[in-house]
């Protein structure tokens, strides 16, 4: 496949908040009101910019046992209209059905890295239609699939109908590998052509925090005539 510079356009960058286990749970063991300012500070100062919250840090953290200590926080983020991501099934001590029923209930939007779930958690994955934030260079170069790049669950969710794929990096810094990067990976190790290439990339428009009229920009601005 040819790859050639394209014009740049103009990008909208807007926030998705990630906070760690350890610093949520920090945080919501304060008195409520000091919690629901932590929340509703970003919202304050960035209104138009923080469009979203992110479950991430350590997958093995469990403030008291339990994952449910942090539904109140993305409950009340619901309410607010944030959208929800969470790295999901990220390790092995994560991918509990238990726990991966919790993070389902916050009524997620995007889930990332997806690797322990089990069949059933696959099915409902598939029936909400979720977009799922694939990072291959983070999960193969970490260890945290078999089978390389080909093995990868990318493979997998590709050929199921219903959930959206967005192509991450988790991070370039780390990894040393831009997003652009990770869809020559795909292009390489999946056999996706031009056309393939191009469907793949548009897929995450449906997943955006944002309204119709931004997806529908993203998706002129995509269009290949």
């Not at 031009?194 to 119709?212: E, K, N, T, V």
Request: with cysteine.
């Amino acid at each position: 496949m040819e790859y050639v510079e394209l014009p740049k356009i103009k990008l909208h960058a807007h926030l998705t908040g990630s906070i760690s286990r350890q610093a949520l749970h920090e945080i919501w063991l304060r008195k409520k009101e000091t919690g629901n300012t932590d929340l509703d500070d970003p919202l304050v100062v960035m209104p138009e910019g923080v469009v979203g919250l992110d479950l991430c840090g350590d997958p093995t953290a469990r403030p008291n046992g339990e994952i449910s200590i942090f539904t109140p926080v993305f409950e009340e983020a619901n309410t607010k209209g944030l959208g929800i991501t969470v790295h999901f099934a990220e390790a092995e001590a994560s991918g509990s059905e238990e726990e991966l029923s919790t993070l389902l209930s916050w009524k997620p939007g995007r889930l990332g890295h997806v690797i322990w779930e089990g069949e059933d958690t696959k099915k409902e994955i598939a029936r909400r239609g979720l977009c799922l934030e694939l990072c291959l260079s983070c999960n193969v170069k970490a260890d945290m699939v078999i089978g390389g790049f080909e093995g990868h669950h990318f493979g997998h969710w590709r050929e199921v109908e219903g959930p959206k794929i967005s192509l991450s990096t988790d991070d370039v810094g780390v990894f040393g590998s831009p997003l652009s990067n990770e869809y020559r990976l795909v292009a390489q190790h999946f056999g996706l052509d031009r056309q393939a290439i191009y469907d793949l990339a548009s897929q995450p428009i449906d997943g955006i925090f944002g309204g119709d009229q931004e997806k529908e920009r993203l998706r002129r601005l995509m269009c290949p005539r």
